[in-house]
Nanobody, 115 residues
């Protein structure tokens, strides 16, 4: 059973930064990719960023230039560095591991950006 544990959420003022981390219970090499979704109240869950095993990242347009996804394979950890945060970034952020056998989700971490 794969477990993903997220950390790093919290309350920050607009313009500030936060770094989320997601640590897997085993090697992340076995996954096709890792990513971060977010879901704001009353809205659909959307993919914010993902990163392939090769290290190639992808971002949704609204976070390009502000967020950076990275991975540390030795630590089985994926990070989401969030800079220049906006109030509209307020959401629960979920880590996800994509595999052919199915996707695995973390429990979510709340990010609140105040004006």
């Amino acid at each position: 059973q794969v477990q993903l544990v997220e950390a790093g959420g919290g309350l920050v003022q607009a313009g500030g930064s936060l770094r989320l981390s997601c640590t897997a219970s085993g090697s992340i090499f076995k996954f096709n990719a890792m990513g971060w979704y977010r879901q704001a109240p009353g809205k659909q869950r959307i993919l914010v960023a993902n990163i392939a095993t090769s290290g190639v990242p992808n971002y949704t347009d609204s976070v390009k230039g502000r967020f950076t996804i990275s991975r540390d394979n030795a630590k089985n950890t994926v990070y989401l560095q969030m800079n220049s945060l906006k109030t509209e970034d307020t959401s629960v952020y979920y880590c996800v591991a994509f595999s052919a056998a199915g996707d695995y989700w973390g429990q979510g971490t709340q990010v609140t950006v105040s004006s």
